[in-house]
């Protein structure tokens, strides 16, 4: 089996059965903020594209390129599509032009046939509203004597399916940052770089989890940093030794690894090719010498990404010039055309946030005020707990698309500034990623389904259920108790464990007590 980078959290897998294209990207993401790191501008795109599978993780931008899927992709290929409870995935695929899909099985291993031959695959589709845009997902792919597990985002609740295949052979996994979280909120700048430096070692700590129990020879950390080269968000990449900055790069988790006695991990970078048969690694070759592949994330990383800025300057104007005009007619009754109706169809949801929100967008304020499910104008003296401040340009181009997710367009470009009173609310978010009518129905439906928290757990001397309030991850492999706190390493939530209060958003209470 042969392994290609192509970029991020993309892979080509060619097997004597057939190729399968894992998540290409290449046009900046994210209202041009998010690049590839490295640059994979320059690989031969078309000879990439002629595979015979397509497999698409998610919809989120860094994984999902529309224009590359359009104009390089072959459109006979087979898609593998993932077990979503909402069909836009397929959709969007089928605007592009693919036609023939093999819909999986959640966590089911399936045999695909081709006229080169069988290969199994399974994926494993994460469903909660918090995954990606509605839906997440990790592949995993046998020519029956190796076999790789692309996790890159996601981050199963469990990962007993993977006996089914015996051995995982390559793994790559996500270890690095890709949230807008703390850069982007008003808050004293010693609490932020806290939570920055604790964000940045969780996100690894949780990677090398996953590493540790899926078990697999060689390990290919994958799906990030991007990088960016907007000089407004230069600041946002890995350059200058900061033990608070969320994005480190593959060299950074790769000394971890080694550091945690795991000599398997593998650097590579788009064109980087790695040979196996089954556990036994024949070759790794680069695109350039080694020591200018580790050179572009340590000595020469600020270099490399001025060089960077400078050839993609052209790239990132024009895709400033698609954008809205700043100026415009008022944004109030475009965004109550756009909201009401997702308000008066979110119950759990709208009762969930609880509170007006405030959204400032240049010399305009709007009020989504959740509780009444109205869009508004403010009243004189109107104090907020959360609010955010967007530049108009961005709201009137996702109102122009008619963008079903601001979280896949505005929040993760990181354009954008807000503030709150009181913790993390997960409810406003799924808000915003969910502005269709079936998208926030299924995520209703989701939060009025009861959490299973009839299992217990000993932890540090504390009883607790099992299965964590927020997304119910298993806490006896991802709990960590620090005195009377015990953090969830899947997704950083945190309670008290003296209250079982949640320490990271409204409600979601944790069944606890001291053991006796």
Not at 72 to 89: G, I, Y
Not at 234 to 258: C, H, K, S, W, Y
Not at 307 to 318: C, D, G, I, K
Request: with cysteine; proline share 7%.
């Amino acid at each position: 089996m042969q392994v290609t980078s192509i970029g991020h959290a993309g892979f080509r897998i060619d097997t004597q059965a057939g190729s399968v294209l894992c998540d290409p990207w290449v046009n900046p993401a994210y209202f041009g903020s998010w690049f590839v790191f490295p640059d994979n501008s320059g690989l031969d795109w078309a000879a990439i594209g002629n595979c015979d599978y397509l497999y698409i993780s998610h919809l989120h931008k860094d994984h999902f390129d529309p224009r590359l899927l359009a104009d390089h992709v072959n459109k006979d290929a087979v898609v593998l599509l993932p077990d979503f409870p909402v069909p836009d995935l397929k959709r969007e695929l089928e605007a592009l032009g693919f036609t023939r899909f093999f819909e999986t099985t959640d966590s089911v291993k399936h045999r695909v046939s081709g006229p080169k031959g069988e290969l199994e695959v399974m994926i494993v589709a994460l469903r909660a509203p918090a995954d990606g845009p509605i839906g997440d997902s990790g592949i995993v792919i046998s020519d029956g004597t190796t076999t790789v597990f692309n996790m890159n985002d996601s981050r199963p609740l469990g990962l007993d399916m993977l006996s089914e295949f015996g051995r995982i052979d390559v793994h790559m996994p996500q270890y690095s940052g890709a949230i807008w979280y703390p850069m982007v909120y008003d808050m004293p700048e010693r609490a932020k770089e806290a939570f920055a430096t604790q964000k940045r070692q969780r996100g690894m700590d949780r990677c090398r989890q996953y590493i540790a129990d899926v078990g697999a020879t060689w390990v290919i950390p994958s799906a990030g940093p991007p990088c960016f080269l907007d000089p407004a968000l230069r600041g946002l990449n890995d350059d200058t030794g900061d033990p608070a900055n969320i994005f480190p790069d593959q060299m950074v988790f790769l000394e971890q690894m080694r550091i945690h006695g795991h000599e398997g991990g593998l650097l590579m970078i788009p064109g980087s090719v790695a040979e196996f048969t089954g556990p036994h690694l024949h070759s790794l070759t680069h695109p350039v010498p080694v020591d200018e592949v580790e050179k572009i994330f340590t000595t020469g990383k600020a270099d490399y990404i001025a060089a960077y800025a400078e050839r993609m300057a052209s790239v990132l104007a024009a895709e400033k010039a698609g954008w809205a005009p700043a100026v415009g007619e008022p944004l109030l009754e475009p965004l109550r055309a756009r909201f009401e109706p997702i308000m008066l169809a979110s119950d759990q949801i709208c009762d969930g946030i609880g509170y007006p929100v405030e959204l400032k967008m240049g010399p305009e304020t709007v009020v989504l005020d959740f509780p009444k499910r109205t869009v508004r104008e403010p009243v004189p003296d109107e104090k907020f707990r959360y609010g955010f401040e967007i530049a108009p340009e961005l709201v009137r181009t996702v109102l122009r698309d008619n963008e079903p997710d601001w979280v896949n367009t505005i929040f993760l470009s990181t354009r954008f500034k807000a503030w709150r009173v009181g913790g993390y609310n997960e409810y406003l978010y799924t808000f915003f990623k969910c502005l269709t009518g079936e998208r926030i129905a299924y995520a209703d439906g989701w939060f009025a389904e009861a959490h299973d928290d009839t299992s217990t757990v000993t932890l540090d001397g504390w009883e607790v259920q099992r299965r964590c309030p927020h997304l119910k991850a298993d806490l006896s492999r991802f709990g960590v108790v620090e005195g009377t706190t015990l953090t969830c390493n899947l997704h950083g939530w945190a309670w008290d464990l003296k209250t079982g209060r949640c320490l990271t958003s409204r409600g979601h209470e944790l069944r606890c007590s001291k053991k006796a």
